[in-house]
């Protein structure tokens, strides 16, 4: 009896484990101190502008500049996410990250994904614009800087991700709803 009465405490303790555990293994986002978060219902009726980067992407790192003038020149009339894909990517490094880099943007964490998928991203930096009502309108490169891994231009000659953004705004069609980006590839991703 007393043996069964150890199992049953058991059972019921995995039970407690697997329940707390299930926003990680549902996939979600969450911010840097783990709170379970859906950017895409914090738009207040704006569009939602999600960037994905990585603390250790070179060229993620050289668009700094670029993703902080865009959120503040539209910050006001939509909403902006830093979304770090690596699952082992810390809290504490990202922390580390939108500090060296000044960003004002708030981050989550996307170890399993979600956000990944919803988007159609694969690499970072790389960009995703949600409508209002939460339709994915654009996804792909910021602007066309980078012709390949290791090349760029002196200045960009195209800016996918302002003409998504305006879009998104106006509510008028994009002549591309996706642009190829080129940067650091996400791992794991199936």
Not at 80 to 89: A, G, S, T
């Amino acid at each position: 009896m007393r043996r069964d009465g150890f199992w049953f405490f058991f059972v019921l303790f995995e039970g407690l484990v697997l329940l707390l555990c299930m926003p990680y293994s549902q996939g979600q986002a969450f911010d840097l101190s783990g709170k379970p978060i859906n950017p895409l219902t914090y738009s207040s009726g704006k569009p939602v502008i999600l960037l994905f980067v990585r603390t250790d992407c070179p060229i993620s790192n050289r668009y700094a500049p670029k993703i902080k003038q865009l959120s503040e020149t539209y910050g006001a009339k939509a909403t902006f996410w830093m979304i770090y894909p690596d699952k082992d990517e810390s809290a504490a490094s990202i922390g580390n990250h939108l500090q060296e880099y000044a960003y004002k943007i708030p981050a989550l964490r996307d170890p399993t994904h979600v956000l990944v998928k919803r988007s159609q991203v694969q690499v970072t930096p790389e960009a995703a614009v949600f409508n209002a009502k939460g339709e994915l309108i654009y996804h792909g490169r910021i602007d066309n800087w980078y012709d390949s891994i290791g090349r760029s231009r002196p200045v960009a000659t195209s800016h996918e991700l302002a003409d998504g953004i305006e879009a998104a705004l106006h509510g008028t069609p994009l002549a591309s709803k996706t642009a190829s980006p080129v940067g650091c590839y996400i791992s794991d991703l199936q």
